[in-house]
């Protein structure tokens, strides 16, 4: 499964974004979808997944209440939509595949799709 993230931007604090995460090739939906983000001189962290069918969402606690994953399958795409948002969640965000259940860790995950940039002023 190839991947393209879209939809960052520059927010001022407060301020709402959705990213958009557009999938290509087969299978779309036996794919767990994940989010991720990494700001400079900073490891890549999980921020959202969702199970294959959309059924089951996960957060991580800096984003969780601020910020809702989710999929259309027949679209072959996630979303992210980001509200309430701080400073400290500039960063570039990516999305992510894997196959079987989600997982917190970056090396469990097989695709990735280039990068968005998102910044939130103060």
């Known amino acids: 499964v190839q991947l393209q993230a879209s939809g960052g931007g520059l927010v001022q604090a407060g301020g709402s974004l959705r990213l958009f995460c557009a999938a290509s090739g087969r299978s779309f939906d036996m794919y767990a979808m994940g989010w991720f983000r990494q700001a400079p001189g900073k490891e890549r962290e999980f921020i959202a997944a969702?199970?294959?069918?959309?059924?089951?969402?996960y957060y991580a606690d800096a984003v969780k209440g601020r910020f809702t994953m989710s999929r259309d399958n027949a679209k072959n795409t996630v979303y992210l939509q980001m509200n309430s948002l701080k400073p400290e969640d500039t960063a570039v965000y990516y999305c992510a595949a894997k196959t079987g259940r989600y997982s917190r860790s970056v090396q469990d995950w097989n695709a990735w799709g280039k990068g968005t940039q998102v910044t939130v002023s103060s």
């Open positions: 969702v199970s294959s069918t959309g059924g089951s969402s």
